[in-house]
RNA sequence: GCUAGUGUGGCUCAAUGGCAGAGCACAUCACUCGUAAUGAUGAGGUUGUGGGUUCGAUUCCCACCACUAGCUCCA
């Protein structure tokens, strides 16, 4: 650790601090709650958890308990002692605690074995840690929820309960990372779906979302900007069917890999399954001639609509529906030509992201252990997506074997409101399913070869896409996406007449426009609109409608003075075609 | 699916083992108003669903459904 920096500034400190926060945590437990077993403890971004197996289940009234013993434990400035064990003696100081013997017992034959130990209490851990439990400012430290968590991941393995805490060196600091929570719950997408009309979901179907006539707005226009795009990065589009003889479903290796995930149906006594993927029906497509080499690249698109069977508990707004549409891709091509589509592929879905402003990362998962291909192809792949992000500077993490069973894949992970990620772009390499499809072309050289495949999505899905663009803008979208773009509000019913006009000549110049006849305040209309984030209000009173101009005020509460209809209406054309926020 | 919690008009939330309440929204009427909430009146709920305990359940118990947080899984 760096001995100069004791602040969060340095990352070392930072993790140690909430280390040693986890370990106050445990400690806190082990005296209110004995019986207590303890599994993991570790330093997380914002803060830290313990993952215990205790007959007490802890409810938010139990963890202010605990959060007392905590601050108990900061006041009692307990040195931290490092001290080292052989194995046999280390199992046996934890021979109690059933976890912990389970961790020595897989940790690698030559590994160090350290403790921690402070006061009453002992945990096995690497470190590093603070010096004293007084270093830990006790009135700093928030236990901020307990839920379950599996042991060492598993799902077939205990369920143990996971205490998530935070802590800082400044009670002002967490106030200030509380606030910064509670802020962003008002950007959650699925509250400002209801609030502004863009979706719902009911009990009715579980999964499956309802888009309303302001977030089909969202959708038309990002299905626009995405057929612009792709028109211009020479791609073709089809439409493939959403139900399909289950006997396909085989063939392309989904049914063993997937089949859990999948819904069928029977036509005719025949088995067939609504489609979770968009890419068989892709291949069908690609086999319906011969291609020859002058062909390749051939790069075709689908907004493709997927069913698939998610877990109850997965569930997430539109973050995580049972009905998603693709923004799919697939691209067939040679192996001279895969590293600059690929390239191409990459650009392509970064231009999309900066437009946007969204900041991202990307993660390179190699195949998984159900890879369906060979282990020269497995390794050929892997290596042709890290050449790739490498010759061109592109910073990425490893995620290991979080490929598709068909091949590795590049994603492109976009961040929710409170600090969640979800991949939404991705760039899956493919050698398998041209195999198992047998598609071809005619080289060249005159003979019959064997294409290779990019799938990819950019938006990923438009659902979970609309919902981190809504979390993005706190639903303040920029012009070109607002379902609502200007809200005429005349002043009395004075200006009725030319309140009309105006919404008619907006309408006719293909502006979303709507107006508020009501017999209400001016303060109550823009209330409303500056609720409902609509862009621009045009306020017209006596004066506008005697000087025919119009009063333009901003969501951002801006008065951007009195101008003629034509002007304004030039100025948000101009806004609209330029895509910008 | 798992662990814990939650479920009361469209929304946000009260209340109680004994006739279910407020604010906002909605409707009607009045008001015609200059940049974030005009007033009055009215309508709207078998308290998620199904069982059980009880003289009586929205409240207590059980099951199911949905939602929330996280885990697992994933676009």
Same mark, same amino acid.
């Given at each position: 650790m760096d001995e100069n920096k004791y602040?969060?500034?340095?990352?070392?400190?930072? #993790?140690? *601090?909430?280390?040693?926060?986890? #370990?106050? +945590?445990?400690?806190?437990?082990?005296?209110?709650?004995?019986?207590?077993?303890?599994?993991?403890?570790?330093?997380?971004?914002?803060?830290? *958890? *313990?993952?215990?197996?205790?007959?007490?289940?802890?409810?938010?009234?139990?963890?202010?308990?605990i959060e007392a013993e905590m601050r108990n434990i900061c006041k009692e400035k307990l040195p931290l002692e490092r001290f080292e064990l052989p194995r046999a003696e280390a199992l046996e100081l934890m021979r109690d605690e059933p976890y912990k013997v389970e961790l020595i017992n897989d940790l690698p034959e030559d590994a160090v074995i350290s403790f921690y130990k402070q006061g009453d209490f002992t945990d096995l851990c690497a470190g590093p840690h603070m010096d004293s439990t007084g270093r830990i400012k006790g009135n700093a430290i928030k236990l901020t929820s307990c839920t379950g968590a599996y042991w060492r991941g598993d799902s077939k393995r205990k369920m143990l309960q996971r205490i998530y805490g935070t802590s800082f060196q400044k009670k002002e600091e967490l106030d200030a990372y509380l606030e910064r929570i509670e802020e962003a719950k008002k950007r959650d997408h699925r509250k400002l779906g209801r609030e502004l009309d863009l979706f719902m979901i009911t009990d009715e179907g579980p999964g499956f979302p309802f888009f309303l006539p302001k977030g089909m707005v969202l959708r038309n226009e990002l299905e626009s900007f995405w057929r612009e795009l792709h028109r211009q990065c020479g791609y073709q589009e089809i439409k493939t069917p959403m139900i399909l003889n289950e006997e396909l479903w085989h063939r392309s290796g989904h049914w063993d890999k997937y089949k859990e995930n999948m819904y069928f149906t029977k036509i005719d006594g025949e088995d067939y399954a609504i489609k979770p993927m968009n890419c068989p029906g892709g291949m069908l497509a690609y086999k319906r001639r011969p291609w020859s080499y002058k062909d390749l690249p051939l790069r075709v698109g689908e907004l493709g609509v997927v069913h698939r069977h998610e877990l109850s508990g997965a569930l997430h707004g539109l973050m995580r529906v049972r009905c998603f549409t693709q923004d799919d891709a697939h691209i067939f091509m040679t192996r001279e030509q895969m590293h600059s589509e690929i390239l191409g592929v990459i650009n392509k879905i970064d231009s999309v992201y900066r437009m946007f402003g969204f900041n991202y990362h990307i993660e390179l998962s190699t195949c998984p252990p159900n890879f369906i291909g060979s282990q020269e192809i497995r390794e050929y792949s892997e290596n042709v997506l890290r050449e790739v992000l490498e010759t061109n500077g592109k910073e990425y993490i490893v995620n290991p074997g979080d490929g598709a069973f068909y091949g590795p894949k590049i994603d492109f992970h976009l961040e929710d409101a409170i600090g969640r990620t979800w991949q939404c772009g991705t760039i899956q +390499?493919?050698?398998? %399913?041209?195999?198992?499809?047998? +598609?071809? *072309?005619?080289?060249?050289?005159?003979?019959? #070869?064997?294409?290779? %495949?990019? #799938?990819?999505?950019?938006?990923?899905?438009?659902?979970?896409?609309?919902?981190?663009l809504t979390e993005h803008f706190a639903g303040a979208f920029p012009l070109w996406l607002a379902p609502v773009q200007v809200m005429i509000m005349p002043i009395t019913d004075r200006s009725r007449e030319y309140s009309e006009e105006i919404y008619k000549k907006l309408f006719d110049a293909g502006i979303r426009v709507e107006a508020d006849y009501r017999s209400e305040k001016i303060g109550y209309k823009i209330r409303e609109a500056q609720l409902q984030k609509i862009p621009y209000m045009l306020v017209l009173g006596d004066k506008e409608t005697e000087a025919r101009l119009v009063a333009v005020r901003t969501r951002l509460g801006g008065d951007e003075g009195t101008m003629t209809l034509e002007d304004f209406t030039e100025k948000i054309k101009s806004e609209i075609s330029s895509k910008k926020n």
């Amino acid at each position: 650790m760096d001995e100069n920096k004791y602040t969060f500034d340095n990352p070392d400190f930072k #993790h140690a *601090y909430r280390h040693t926060s986890s #370990h106050i +945590l445990a400690q806190a437990i082990k005296r209110l709650y004995p019986e207590t077993k303890f599994a993991i403890g570790p330093a997380i971004d914002e803060g830290f *958890y *313990y993952d215990v197996d205790s007959e007490t289940v802890f409810t938010p009234e139990v963890l202010e308990k605990i959060e007392a013993e905590m601050r108990n434990i900061c006041k009692e400035k307990l040195p931290l002692e490092r001290f080292e064990l052989p194995r046999a003696e280390a199992l046996e100081l934890m021979r109690d605690e059933p976890y912990k013997v389970e961790l020595i017992n897989d940790l690698p034959e030559d590994a160090v074995i350290s403790f921690y130990k402070q006061g009453d209490f002992t945990d096995l851990c690497a470190g590093p840690h603070m010096d004293s439990t007084g270093r830990i400012k006790g009135n700093a430290i928030k236990l901020t929820s307990c839920t379950g968590a599996y042991w060492r991941g598993d799902s077939k393995r205990k369920m143990l309960q996971r205490i998530y805490g935070t802590s800082f060196q400044k009670k002002e600091e967490l106030d200030a990372y509380l606030e910064r929570i509670e802020e962003a719950k008002k950007r959650d997408h699925r509250k400002l779906g209801r609030e502004l009309d863009l979706f719902m979901i009911t009990d009715e179907g579980p999964g499956f979302p309802f888009f309303l006539p302001k977030g089909m707005v969202l959708r038309n226009e990002l299905e626009s900007f995405w057929r612009e795009l792709h028109r211009q990065c020479g791609y073709q589009e089809i439409k493939t069917p959403m139900i399909l003889n289950e006997e396909l479903w085989h063939r392309s290796g989904h049914w063993d890999k997937y089949k859990e995930n999948m819904y069928f149906t029977k036509i005719d006594g025949e088995d067939y399954a609504i489609k979770p993927m968009n890419c068989p029906g892709g291949m069908l497509a690609y086999k319906r001639r011969p291609w020859s080499y002058k062909d390749l690249p051939l790069r075709v698109g689908e907004l493709g609509v997927v069913h698939r069977h998610e877990l109850s508990g997965a569930l997430h707004g539109l973050m995580r529906v049972r009905c998603f549409t693709q923004d799919d891709a697939h691209i067939f091509m040679t192996r001279e030509q895969m590293h600059s589509e690929i390239l191409g592929v990459i650009n392509k879905i970064d231009s999309v992201y900066r437009m946007f402003g969204f900041n991202y990362h990307i993660e390179l998962s190699t195949c998984p252990p159900n890879f369906i291909g060979s282990q020269e192809i497995r390794e050929y792949s892997e290596n042709v997506l890290r050449e790739v992000l490498e010759t061109n500077g592109k910073e990425y993490i490893v995620n290991p074997g979080d490929g598709a069973f068909y091949g590795p894949k590049i994603d492109f992970h976009l961040e929710d409101a409170i600090g969640r990620t979800w991949q939404c772009g991705t760039i899956q +390499l493919d050698f398998q %399913m041209p195999e198992r499809f047998e +598609l071809e *072309y005619t080289g060249a050289d005159g003979e019959k #070869h064997r294409p290779i %495949m990019i #799938h990819t999505v950019a938006l990923g899905s438009i659902e979970r896409f609309i919902g981190i663009l809504t979390e993005h803008f706190a639903g303040a979208f920029p012009l070109w996406l607002a379902p609502v773009q200007v809200m005429i509000m005349p002043i009395t019913d004075r200006s009725r007449e030319y309140s009309e006009e105006i919404y008619k000549k907006l309408f006719d110049a293909g502006i979303r426009v709507e107006a508020d006849y009501r017999s209400e305040k001016i303060g109550y209309k823009i209330r409303e609109a500056q609720l409902q984030k609509i862009p621009y209000m045009l306020v017209l009173g006596d004066k506008e409608t005697e000087a025919r101009l119009v009063a333009v005020r901003t969501r951002l509460g801006g008065d951007e003075g009195t101008m003629t209809l034509e002007d304004f209406t030039e100025k948000i054309k101009s806004e609209i075609s330029s895509k910008k926020n």
